[in-house]
């Protein structure tokens, strides 16, 4: 259920890319300080979103440093490590954790290897963080219950997460903001994660009818053989509103708020990578690869060549 809330990279400055880099691998080092190497691998691009959000929420006072790492041995800027990260990479744990219990617990199966993997970090956090995976055991409880139901709303299904998702922000990261900006903020993330269950369920059409699993979007819309396309097209002005309607009011949660930590790259991710995600899902033929967040070559390019310029006007001037 994770990856779907990223920047669209043909629209993404070098600036907002190192910042965003620099939340990953920030909330990457914190996890292994806290849970080992192994649950390292959970990081992912939806809690580098929910992290740059919470950094406008809190405005946490983060030092920067440069490291390399076994996936890129490349130097690259990282958040050094915090209570903020910490926190963070503990929130991720918790909703992994429950991810991979609700995926075994749809399955069939006893356990699984991740489960198993995040069996002890799960309590590490869980003790950290109590509140938080109060919330979050909730939110998937009520989940289920409506999958047990066969849910066919897809509101009422995406409710679930999108109520968890802003429930555990605001325990989480708006303590002491005034009532307006803590209620815009909820709102937001209210429907960054209703955008986010839509997006998987969109995504896993086939695996879930494949395994006869609930999908809200198949239980909605009748009909699915196997092509995917000609589901898509025959459903697509519902879905696309129901997914459209979903960026819309997140986009009219941040006209009224004013982004100071990660203004660029936040205004990015909710005005442009929501709607540039959701058009790839409508016009995928299969289920999407794993997504990269990278900078398009010619702004690499451009920038690149101002570094240079810089650098040879500051020899200049010596």
Known sequence: MFGY???DCSKLSVRDFSLYRAIYCGICLATKHEYGNLPR???????TTFAALATEAEAPALQFGMCRCIGDVRRKPYVKDC????????INILLCYYKALDDVLDSGKKSSLPLRVLKKPYMKAKAAYPEADGIIARGYEKLRALEAANCTSTDRASD?????????FAVTSLGGRDEYYSEQMRKLCYNVGKFVYLADALDDVEEDHAAKRYNPVLA??????GDRAAYFAAHSAELRFT???TVNRAIECSNGMT????????RNIIYDGLRAKADELFASRAKLPPPKVRV????????????KAERARRKKGQ
């Open 220 to 225: 909605a819309y009748a009909g699915f053989d």
């Open 160 to 168: 679930c997460f999108a109520g968890l998702l802003s429930e555990l």
């Open 243 to 245: 997914v459209n309607s």
């Open 296 to 307: 398009a070559k010619s702004v690499a390019k451009d920038f690149s060549k101002q570094m």
């Open 41 to 47: 691998m959970t990081v992912n691009y939806d809690i």
């Open 259 to 266: 982004f100071t930590q990660a203004d660029g790259l936040l």
């Open 83 to 90: 209570e903020f990260m910490r926190r963070m990479a503990g």
């Open 5 to 7: 809330v990223l920047p």
